[in-house]
């Protein structure tokens, strides 16, 4: 016996560039953004014949002038019944999935791709996001950067405690401000915890911004009255500088959290007013939800395979239009199943009838050619001959092998055919075998 073997080898885990296999990337919102404002993006990938394997990544870079909003943000990619398929990981310049094996031995891998970016400068006006693609394509999308005429805006981050930390951003243009004061007012599922810092900043760039230390004094530098939903925050000297208001809320339902709910907050900002003239006002409504913004699904064709379609015309049909009761219904469908069975019988019979006539039709035909065909033959012997000649016909039996119903791939057996002729018994000797198996 000889044996031949041979090891697997479990796969190396490889990496893929991603804008090899993009077919189509696009900023999905917009078209204007200010400079803090979230850009989204989608990537769609096709990986046609490629396979993925367990511990392969994918790795895919932002545009050159856009930046990931939440660098360090992991999530999962999941497939269509929520399996997930691969782990993605956001830094400044894209995004690294790590592939699980949910996807082996599956054809036609595909990806989509939700993610949220920022405009990674400072300058503004009308610029040309260029997302490259496969074959060395690439698609353009054209977004606007506008500066921020607002004078004040207002953020949330969700803290690991179940709090959120929200920032108001007042005098953001840095005029004069006199008379300024700070209504807040907090959203539902929230629950405000007393206390608030406020601090002299200033602007790094359009976007970043440091807080000064120390921190104002309350009763000095400003007054403040809680409500059960919120505060109310006066200045009592002339604001004309960045300040930033801080301070927390308690998430009242922890189920929320996780669950993409949006918790939302608004502040009003009014200034001014006395010798200086008018009352000035402006809004700023803040939300924060447990989503990032980034997403990801995906999934691949199981391997095709040969089997037949199911039947389409099963079922039961309903003809009536629910006008029958359950009773009827039921009566109705036994005698339409007893005549089909007896519809079904009565071609039964017919055939098989029909099959017994023309096989009763051939043997008479075979008898008469065979009387025909002995008087012929004893006509034909000479008178003086008494020899008798016995011959023992060959007869050759057909073993049918009948595979209905199968379902492919299937392999089918030759006919077997066992053969015994004028007499003669054919023997086959082995005179030897060898016998080669082969592991893989």
Known sequence: MLVVSQAATPAKAATHNGADFTTAASVTNGPDFKHADTVDVQYKLDFGSTPIHSGDTITLDFPDNLKGKNPGDTFDVTDETGQVIGTAVVSDKGVVITMNGALEGKTNAKLTLNMATKYRYDDSGEKDVVFPLENNGSSTSQINIVENDANMSK?????????????????????????LDIKDTIGDNQELIKGVTVSNAHWNSNTSYTREKPA?????????????????LKFNDTVNNLVTIDYYTKV?????????????????????????????????????????????????????????????????????????????????????????EKE??????????????????????????????????????????????????????????????????????????????LGATVFLATLGSAVIRRHF
Not at 170 to 176: G, K, M, T
Not at 279 to 307: L, P
Not at 315 to 339: C, K, L, M, P, S
């Open 344 to 421: 079904e019988a009565a071609k039964e019979a017919a055939k098989a009838k029909k099959k017994a006539a023309k096989k009763a039709a051939a043997k008479k035909a075979a008898a008469k050619k065979a009387a025909a065909a002995k008087a012929k033959a004893a006509a034909a012997k000479p008178a003086v001959s008494k020899a008798t000649a016995t011959q023992t016909p060959g007869t050759t039996t057909t073993l049918h092998h009948t595979n209905a119903n199968t379902k492919l791939p299937q392999t089918k057996d030759a006919n077997g055919r066992v053969a015994s002729i």
């Open 216 to 232: 104002m004094t309350e009763g000095t530098d400003y007054d403040v009255t809680y409500t059960d939903k919120g505060f109310d």
């Open 155 to 179: 953020k949330g981050v969700l803290q690991d405690d179940g709090t959120i930390k929200w920032t108001i951003l007042v005098d953001r243009r840095e005029i004069e401000m006199k008379n």
């Open 252 to 340: 009242t339902d922890p189920s929320l959290i996780h669950s993409g709910y949006k918790f939302r907050n608004n502040a009003v900002m009014s200034w001014g007013g006395g010798t200086s003239g008018g009352k000035n006002s402006e809004e700023a409504n803040g939300k924060v939800s447990s989503s990032t913004g980034n997403s990801g699904s995906g999934g691949g064709d199981v391997n095709e395979t040969d089997e037949e379609d199911p039947d389409e015309d099963t079922g039961t049909i309903d003809v009536d239009e629910g006008t029958e009761t359950d009773e009827e219904e039921a009566a109705r469908e036994e005698e339409e199943q007893e005549a089909e």
